[in-house]
């Protein structure tokens, strides 16, 4: 059955990016494009390393506001258009939510390659792998 709602995550990866192309080329229905902006005093974010302050946070947003932009670029070149979120949060946990309280029932994102021992972390990247592995809807890994 075709989806009605698919979301795609961005993270300004190039895979990110074949996944946004990827999902406008084969489902016509309805797409949004979620960026999540991880809190900057989190380790996982920038600021865990470099200190976060309201400069950082502005830059994180401004990055966020920066990917939805080109987002609705490339769909507009195809027309077709997108909806956009930026949410801040964890990564796979927002984006679990998101796809839960949206009425979304196809993800589409971007895989990433990673140098950890876990082999399916190392195919499919930390958040994808926990996407995969908790959303309630079907999830296209883009690698």
């Known amino acids: 059955m075709a989806p009605d709602h698919v979301l ?9 990016d074949a996944a946004l192309s990827y999902a406008l080329e084969t489902f016509d229905c309805r797409v949004t494009v979620l ?13 865990g390393i470099v200190g976060a302050g309201d ?6 947003h401004e990055r966020a506001k920066t990917l939805v932009e080109r987002a609705e670029t490339t769909a507009s070149e195809t027309d077709r258009a997108v909806e956009t979120a930026v949410e801040t949060g964890d990564p796979a946990e927002t984006i679990l939510a998101f796809v839960d309280d949206s009425d ?3 993800v ?9 021992p876990n082999l399916v972390d190392r195919l499919l990247g930390t958040v994808a792998t926990a996407v995969v592995s908790k959303a309630s809807v079907t ?3 883009v690698r």
């Open 8 to 16: 795609v995550p961005l993270d300004g990866s190039p895979l990110s």
């Open 35 to 47: 960026n999540v902006v991880t809190p900057l005093d989190d380790g996982m974010s920038e600021g």
């Open 55 to 60: 400069q950082r946070r502005q830059q994180a």
């Open 104 to 106: 979304v029932d196809h």
């Open 108 to 116: 589409v994102m971007g895989g990433h390659g990673r140098t950890e």
């Open 139 to 141: 999830v296209t890994v």
